[in-house]
């Protein structure tokens, strides 16, 4: 929605996307990685902080071979359902 504001008040076009490369890596480490609780608060906090449209969620340094599989497929679908719900929330807004 906010990127939407953003291209009208521009005179139209296509909304930019947004980069944001700040979800630490080392939350996905197979040695000392976050809970499942943890990773799911750094990725609201993440998709939060620019909205759940427009965002490119992406690691802030890449991946390093010392991840757990596991953590980055949570990780992945983290950002898809919390994007999800976020999308959700801010439709069932606009139409209330």
Wanted: net charge negative; hydrophobic share 45%.
């Amino acid at each position: 929605a906010a990127l939407a504001a953003e291209a009208a008040a521009r005179g139209g076009g296509a909304a930019p996307a947004r980069v944001q490369g700040n979800f630490d890596p080392r939350l996905l480490y197979t040695d000392g990685g976050a809970s499942d609780e943890e990773m799911e608060a750094a990725v609201r906090a993440m998709i939060g902080g620019f909205g759940p449209q427009g965002l490119i969620a992406n690691l802030g340094e890449g991946l390093c071979g010392k991840e757990d599989p596991a953590r980055v497929s949570k990780f992945v679908d983290l950002v898809h359902s919390v994007s999800e719900e976020l999308i959700a929330h801010e439709k069932a807004a606009v139409t209330a």
